[in-house]
């Protein structure tokens, strides 16, 4: 099962943090946000990782190289300009290949088990079903919710309303129809597959962070850094 990191947002709510460096590559406890992710990844038996880029994304390849020293096996997507979050999935499918693949955003932390997205892809593989979506209790900065959870499918009501993770698994059919090359966000994809009853999802009450602004990036790290059981492998 192949997995790809979502790193081409430009970041703007994280200037002038940004202006320099992709958010990806921002430092929580001593190693930037794409490391925790590939560390993840390689712990929970991940071998080829897909990761897109386009503001300074040659920091990232640089600084990830091509995934060895995590065991991993990196391969790249540029993006000029920036597709959003489905056109740049949709950029990518000829490096994900034709069964469900892991996305991970790559400006958010968690310790979602990751090793999950196997089983899931194999009840997906069963099914009609196009996503499975990982939803959180709602943050302060985003009350109002994305989505209910209604008998396991992903669902729109108006109440009891909780939070995209930015973690999902998805079969390439979702993303075929979409123009390659064409910008096209994710959320709008979700309503109309939802809307079919195409789309699972599931609900995660552990640590999950949208590390969105500079005070939420310094938060994390305070967190992390006082953590003993929060650490790097590598």
């Known amino acids: 099962m192949r997995a790809m990191i979502l790193a081409a947002g430009r970041g703007e709510r994280m200037r002038p943090l940004t202006d320099h460096c992709p958010k990806p590559m921002l430092e929580v406890a001593g190693l930037p946000l794409l490391g925790w992710h590939l560390d993840a990844l390689a712990q929970a038996g991940f071998t080829d990782v897909?990761?897109?880029?386009?503001?300074?994304?040659?920091?990232?390849?640089r600084w990830a190289g091509d995934g060895a020293r995590w065991g991993l096996s990196i391969r790249y997507s540029p993006e000029n300009p920036a597709l959003e979050t489905a056109g740049g999935i949709r950029h990518a499918l000829p490096l994900l290949g034709q069964a469900p693949f892991l996305v991970v955003n790559g400006d958010v932390f968690t310790r979602w088990p990751i090793a999950r997205a196997r089983l899931i892809a194999q009840q997906m593989a069963h099914s009609t079903l196009l996503g499975w979506c990982v939803l959180v209790p709602n943050p302060d900065h985003h009350p109002a919710g994305d989505f209910t959870l209604e008998s396991g499918l992903l669902g729109q009501g108006a109440t009891d309303r909780l939070t995209f993770s930015g973690i999902g698994v998805y079969q390439p059919a979702l993303f075929e129809p979409l123009v390659d090359g064409q910008p096209a966000k994710l959320g709008p994809m979700l309503r109309e597959a939802a809307m079919q009853h195409r789309i699972a999802a599931e609900r995660w009450d552990g640590l999950w962070t949208d590390v969105g602004t500079p005070a939420r990036l310094a938060q994390l790290d305070a967190e992390l850094t006082a953590s003993e059981s929060i650490t790097p492998t590598r």
């Not at 897909?50 to 390849?61: C, F, K, S, Y």
């Open 50 to 61: 897909v990761i897109n880029h386009a503001h300074l994304g040659e920091m990232i390849e």
